[in-house]
Each structure stands twice: as C-alpha cells, then as structure tokens.
C-alpha cells in the first residue's frame, strides 16, 4: 500500500491518531487539513475531535496495495459523518473511519510531495504534538523524497537559511512507543524529538545517501528520559543529534554508517540553551561514517551552559574517520563571525572499551576550550588501529604501511588514561 500526500504535509496538532494499525501491521494514514485538531485518540481515550479551523478536509486515508494499481481504496472522514466545521466533536467519524481503514491490509508506504512551497512555515511533514501514551508501529515507510529538494539546503553556508521538513517530528510527548518503521530520504533530519518525556524508540531503518546534507537520522533536543535501540541508520549527516537541554538519554545497539557518527552538539550556538546531563552510548557500531563518537561546541556561545556525566561504552568503529573527537571551535559554515572560546563546559565524560580502525592518521582529538578547559575526561581501554593503506602513498611499500600507527592529539585538557591506550595518549 502506497500513500501520496497531495496537501504537502501531514500534521496533526495534538494528535494525528496512530500512523499504524497497532499490531496489526496493516498500514493506515489520516490527513487532515491545514488547522484541523484531532485529540485524546492516541492511546485510546475517548477524546475530542476538531475538524477545520484553516482548512477543509479533502481526502483524508488514500489507501493503495504496494505492487497493484488496481486494489485502492479512499476513505474520507466525512463520509463517516465528519463536520469539520471546528466545533463540532468529530471522534466518532475518526473512529469510524480508522476501523475501515485497518482493515485494509498491507504495509504503508508514505510519500511526500516534492513542492516545497506547499509544506508553509512547519519545518514537519508528519508531526505528532502534545499526546500522552501513544504508540506508532507496524512497519510502514515515509518516503521524504528529498532528492529534489536537497539543492535548495542552504544550511551548511547559511546560518540563517530556511530549513526544509523533517519527515517525522514529536513535540511534547509523553509516553512514547515508535518501533519498526522506517524513514527514507528526508528533505532534512528525518525523526526530530522536541520536549518529549519517556519516548522509546527500537527497530527503526533510516536511510539517505551519504551526501544528502543536513539529513540526521534522529536528532533529540530538551528531551528526558529518551531511549533509542535496535536500529540501523545510514544518512548524509548525524545518525543520532543530542542537542541541547536533554536528560537521561540513552542510545544502544545502533548500526550507524554512512554518516557523521552520533554526536553531542552542536551547543552553545543560541542564547538560553539547557545543559545536557545523563547520556549513554553504548554497544553501538560505526562504519565507514565521517566521525565516530563527537561531541561539538561553538565557539563565542551567547550563553553559558553545561554537558556532563556522558558514557560512550562498547562502540567498534570500522573505516571511521576521527573516531573520538572533542571539538569546541565547531564552525559548520565557510566562516564564523568570532572564534572567541566556547563557554559550554564539558566535564565528566568517559569514553571506554572503544575499538576498531581508523581511516584519519589523528584517531584520538580532543580540544577543549581555553576559556573553560573540559574537566574529567577519561579514556579506558581505547584501541584504534590505523587502517591500513592510511595516509600512505601507492609506492611506498607494505611494510612501511604496517609500521605507521594512528596518534591522538589534545588541546586544553588533562585526560584521565585508565587500561590500553592504542594510540598512545596526549604528551
């Protein structure tokens, strides 16, 4: 079953009831109108259902069978009595209309339009907002087909470009369950998590080609109490994007490559920004991606704030250039107005039992700020082997090859070495 949609965007304001069929594995989509309210339905509630406000409802559930052009179906809300006049309760219609189309098998397949100048000021094409105890499954896909619109990114020379939607955004949710779905081809970060509480996300596929830009596989910010496991990302950017003010996330069992690794940051770019506190990494898998476990500040931050009590455990990095990296003058433009130091102070961080080969001679950076230099940073049993034919030229021969070892490099911080230590630590 395939989705097209025509409105270009899906948005639901306090809820956009479940994607999915929960359990069932039968693919269901709603799309409301531009104002339509729809809430209390997610996890089972009775609820109250607006309909209209900025938009009439066209068709709402577009059903049909991947591989047959022939087995569609329409189901439209108002066929099921569905007012959309913006006071009427319109649950039941919903209700109605959701049974109906559950019963129409097949995985969902989502597409979103191309035009760019119908997805308005929301940086969302499917967006979830302000709902208690909801659960999205059942193995559907949402085609973001970014391709056409990864031109116009301007945000990696810009820093105040106009961003492009993201294919899945949560906004102050609170007892979250999304597994088993997939993203593809986002026109920018393709699951974006802002102000949400107790969220759990496992087996999820996201993919995007390595030079897609801006195109985090989950980016997570003033969050707590986040968990993310089971699941394989490969996109154009960061797989996984802890931002500012979040607590309590953990992050397990990823499968990341290509892409820029998972990374901290970037922090302290906006004035007011929350401190990160209570992040873990662990037995996670990096290959082939540009960074492996990076933790990145701005530099002249507005603002001051904190990151701190951070573990990465457990991560093998296969072919990954700068497997470690503390970088506190990040700049992802041409330029930065200021290279004054970071004010983000970085403190109790650890990094243990990472292993595996790295393509950049310098496995090992970690620059810290020389206004606030990062306190207890400890490297335990680190052993990152250069990858063989690194930095070397086709003449020089094997043996020169195996002889050369990666190094690691600090700036503005005395590391705490605890175990093996490949490559040597910091002089």
């Known amino acids: 079953m395939s989705i097209i949609d025509s409105d270009g965007r899906i948005k639901w304001i306090l809820l956009l009831l479940t994607l999915f069929c929960v359990g069932r594995g039968h693919g269901v989509l709603v799309v409301p109108g531009i104002g339509e309210r729809i809430g209390g339905l997610g996890s089972g509630g009775s609820g109250a259902a607006a309909a209209g406000g900025g938009g009439g409802i066209g068709s709402l559930l577009h059903l049909r069978h991947k591989g047959s052009s022939s087995s569609s179906a329409l189901f439209n809300v108002k066929t099921f009595g569905a007012q959309a006049n913006g006071h009427t309760d319109d649950t039941h219609a919903f209700m109605a209309a959701w049974k109906e189309a559950c ?88 699951i974006a998590l802002v102000e949400c ?39 154009g950017d960061d797989c996984i994007s802890v931002g500012q003010g979040n607590s309590q996330v953990t992050v397990t069992s990823i499968s990341c490559g290509p892409g820029h690794g998972i990374s ?67 700049c992802p433009f041409a330029s930065c107005a200021s290279l004054a130091p970071s004010r983000v102070k970085l403190s109790d961080i650890y990094f243990k039992n990472i292993r595996g080969t790295s393509s950049s001679a310098v496995a090992v950076t970690l620059e810290c700020s020389k206004g606030i230099p990062c306190q207890n940073i400890y490297l335990q049993d680190v052993h990152l082997d250069l990858l063989p034919g690194t930095g070397q030229n086709q003449n020089q021969n094997q043996s020169q090859n195996q002889n050369k070892h990666a190094t690691a490099w600090c700036r503005n911080v005395r590391v705490k070495y605890i175990g093996t230590q490949i490559p040597p630590p910091c002089a």
């Open 103 to 190: 019963g129409f098998r097949g995985r969902g397949y989502i597409k979103a339009t191309t035009d760019l100048s119908r997805y308005g000021a929301s940086e969302g094409w499917v967006e979830f907002g302000w709902v208690e105890g909801f659960t999205l499954t059942g193995g559907g896909t949402f085609d973001g087909q970014g391709a056409k619109a990864w031109p116009y990114n301007k945000c990696t020379i810009n820093s105040s470009c106009k961003l492009l939607p993201t294919n899945l955004k949560f906004v102050a949710m609170n007892k979250t369950v999304v597994r088993g779905i997939t993203s593809l081809n986002s026109k920018f970060f393709h």
């Open 197 to 235: 509480k107790n969220f759990k996300g496992s087996e999820i596929k996201i993919s995007a080609p390595a030079n897609s830009p801006n195109t985090d596989g989950i980016h997570i910010e003033r969050s707590s109490a986040v968990y993310f496991s089971r699941s394989f990302i490969g996109t």
């Open 264 to 330: 901290v940051g970037s922090l302290g770019r906006y004035p007011n920004e929350g401190d990160v506190r209570g992040l873990v990494v662990r037995d996670c898998n990096m290959s082939g991606t540009m960074n492996g476990i990076r933790i990145k500040t701005c530099p002249d931050s507005p603002g001051q704030s904190t990151a701190t009590n951070m573990t990465f455990d457990n991560i093998v990095m296969n072919n990954v250039t700068n497997p470690i990296i503390i970088d506190q003058a990040y």
